[in-house]
């Protein structure tokens, strides 16, 4: 049972242009959504986060967009740049505040 | 820099074996969770650890077993290894917002 799914398993774009990484979830108790960015051998690196409360949260180059309605949420990079390349994880955490992970989206963005 | 650090980075087992693994978290963190990511998944939750006792579970069997001290740091341990133990494990601190800062990890491989 797949709570949240990143139904993209890679993208590519080109340097400075938009990343649009998308997540869908399942679970009504999740309050409270983060993006994390992971290069190869680290942990992965909080990016942004945003409450359900809230349908935007804008930080610099990335902006996360969350529709309850629709359980889904977005991540925007504009503009894209070539150290955005990383695998890209969407967690969602409960009222317990235990993160459940996508499966990430490999970003790749071209010179 | 998470301020959370995980030793050792690499470890080799041979199944049935037992292994530790630790990590050190930044001061004024009272909350340590502990994730397992396989190949090509997202990070599974094992369990958490509020001032030193466990308030949450995933779905991991017994032989996951954690310790917190006071001084910051923590454990996990895992019994009786199994070749699909063979991960990447993660420790992660939060502090007073929903923001969890991880580590880089420990790959285990189970022979």
């Known amino acids: 049972d797949q709570q949240v799914k990143q139904n993209s398993p890679s993208l590519s774009v080109q340097e400075g242009r938009i990343s649009i990484l998308n997540c869908d979830y399942t679970n009504s108790m999740f309050d409270y959504f983060l993006w994390y960015k992971k290069y190869p051998a680290e942990g992965p690196t909080f990016l942004i986060s945003?409450?359900?409360?809230?349908d935007k949260n804008e930080d610099g180059r990335f902006t996360v967009f969350l529709n309850k309605s629709a359980k889904h949420l977005s991540l925007h990079i504009v503009p894209s740049q070539p150290g955005d390349s990383a695998v890209y994880f969407c967690?969602?955490?409960?009222?317990?505040?235990?993160?459940?992970f996508g499966e990430g989206t490999q970003l790749t963005v071209n010179p | 820099e998470t301020g959370v650090t995980q030793s050792p980075t690499h470890l080799i087992k041979t199944r049935g074996q037992q292994v530790t693994l630790r990590c050190s978290s930044q001061s004024g963190h009272n909350t340590v969770s502990w994730y397992q990511q396989a190949l090509g998944q997202g990070p599974q939750f094992i369990f958490q650890?509020?001032?030193?006792?466990?308030?949450g579970r995933g779905n991991f069997p017994p032989r996951f077993s954690g310790l917190q001290f006071p001084n910051y740091s923590s454990e996990l341990n895992v019994n009786a290894l199994e070749l699909d133990d063979s991960a990447l494990y993660l420790c992660?601190?939060?502090?007073?917002?929903?923001?969890?800062?991880f580590g880089s990890g420990t790959q285990l491989s189970v022979l």
């Open positions: 945003i409450s359900s409360i809230k």
């Open positions: 992660a601190s939060r502090g007073q917002d929903e923001k969890l800062f």
């Open positions: 967690a969602a955490s409960d009222p317990g505040s235990r993160l459940t």
């Open positions: 650890y509020y001032r030193e006792e466990e308030n």
